[in-house]
T-cell receptor, first 112, second 116 residues
Framework: SAVISQKPSRDICQRGTSLTIQCQVDSQVTMMFWYRQQPGQSLTLIATANQGSEATYESGFVIDKFPISRPNLTFSTLTVSNMSPEDSSIYLC?????????FGSGTRLTVV | DQQVKQNSPSLSVQEGRISILNCDYTNSMFDYFLWYKKYPAEGPTFLISISSIKDKNEDGRFTVFLNKSAKHLSLHIVPSQPGDSAVYFCAASERGRGSTLGRLYFGRGTQLTVWP
């Protein structure tokens, strides 16, 4: 299966700052997905990132808050901007391989 | 609104017995369902899936049953082992005729504990 590497694995950030999360895949993929899991909640899709075009955001998520880059077919970044404690979550990168979604190990973000 | 629900946040089972994890959904357009297992500090790992054209799929100790009329699916693990202790997520997709699953809708997960 695809190897998906996320950095950082965890971070503690001050409110009002921004954090950029990186996702690297060991194979070329068309779509990359960014999910969020808030404490005690399910995984929720933030946006779908296609190479060469703007990301498509789900309802409740906006580009100003979660800008995404997709410079090539193996890499993507998600930035959590102007963070507040409500942004404390696990952020996960996902790709589909052979029709099955696979996930990175996630980034555990705590905003203080 | 939660379209995929896992109403049991936790389940405790003795080693060797059957574990049954349940999942309900509300969207009749869902046609593909998946189960993931998640250990602490790791991402979800794919376990087993089922298409809506089937009512059962089996892979070793893991079997998923789908009841479309009840909008209910369940994951059976037989026999349960201590290494199965993890959080199990149910997920669903409106795959349609597409070749990709696209967005997944997840339940909140069930923490399974298998004790010796």
């Amino acid at each position: 299966s695809a190897v998906i590497s996320q950095k950082p694995s965890r971070d503690i950030c001050q409110r009002g700052t921004s954090l950029t999360i990186q996702c690297q895949v060991d194979s070329q993929v068309t779509m990359m997905f960014w999910y969020r899991q808030q404490p005690g909640q399910s995984l929720t899709l933030i946006a779908t990132a296609n190479q060469g075009s703007e990301a498509t955001y789900e309802s409740g998520f906006v580009i100003d808050k979660f800008p995404i880059s997709r410079p090539n077919l193996t890499f993507s970044t998600l930035t959590v901007s102007n963070m507040s404690p409500e942004d404390s979550s696990i952020y996960l990168c996902s790709v589909e391989e052979a029709g099955t979604p696979c996930f990175g190990s996630g980034t555990r973000l705590t905003v203080v | 609104d939660q379209q995929v629900k896992q109403n049991s946040p936790s389940l405790s089972v003795q080693e060797g017995r059957i574990s049954i994890l349940n999942c309900d959904y509300t969207n009749s357009m869902f046609d593909y369902f998946l189960w993931y297992k998640k250990y602490p500090a790791e991402g979800p790992t794919f376990l087993i899936s089922i298409s809506s054209i089937k009512d059962k799929n089996e892979d070793g100790r893991f079997t998923v049953f789908l009841n479309k009329s009840a909008k209910h699916l369940s994951l059976h693990i037989v026999p349960s082992q201590p290494g199965d202790s993890a959080v199990y997520f149910c997920a669903a997709s409106e795959r349609g005729r597409g070749s990709t699953l696209g967005r997944l809708y997840f339940g909140r997960g069930t923490q399974l504990t298998v004790w010796p």
